[in-house]
């Protein structure tokens, strides 16, 4: 029975991936340095330890979860070394989702992410990057670089291909106004 249920997920998603091709393509909606640090709970640079993915049976898709071993916190209170975040995408046995404007990481890459929970608390151990793709940096030779495809709106408010120490210096100096 399970597997049955399996095999009508899997053929759902192949159905709606073949629908896909005749729907206009539109891109994520072009997200601010400033606006990504102002909706993030912490924001964190660090090398990925490991991945894991699972069929969520109650969402019926695969969730990602990523163990980042933290090097610097760049903004917000953080007391542990090692982090975990999920995301949509990734491989079961044969089966493979791979989402166009959702994050994703590999073991061993450096980077630098913007992370909420759900309940907006630090101290939970599971997180979330805020703004999918557009909230993680690849860090390689002091650059930050973000995987970015098809982006609506102002290409120009998105820092991309950026020196580690200015992108950092510019989160450090964003004012988070008050709630209130």
């Not at 909230?135 to 609506?152: H, L, P, Q, S």
């Not at 408010?157 to 209130?180: A, Q, Y």
């Amino acid at each position: 029975m399970k597997i049955r249920g399996f095999f009508v997920y899997c053929m759902a998603a192949v159905i709606v991936a073949m629908t896909l091709g005749a729907v206009p393509v539109h891109g994520a909606v072009a997200v601010s340095t400033d606006d990504l640090v102002m909706a993030s709970d912490v924001i964190l640079r660090g090398v990925v330890e490991q991945t894991k993915s699972v069929w969520d049976q109650k969402a019926g898709t695969i969730i990602t979860r990523a163990h980042l071993n933290v090097t610097q916190v760049i903004r917000g209170d953080l007391n542990t070394k090692s982090v975990a975040f999920e995301y949509e995408g990734g491989t079961v046995g044969d089966l493979t989702l791979q989402l166009r404007d959702v994050v994703s990481v590999v073991k061993g890459e450096d980077v630098i992410v913007f992370l909420k929970t759900k309940a907006g608390k630090v101290n939970e151990n599971v997180f979330f990057v805020h703004g999918d793709k557009q909230g993680k940096y690849t860090v390689k030779d002091g650059m930050a670089t973000k995987e970015i495809d098809y982006i609506e709106g102002d290409p120009a408010v998105i820092d991309n291909n950026i020196p580690i120490s200015t992108l950092i210096k510019k989160i450090r100096g964003v004012k988070k106004h008050d709630k209130t």
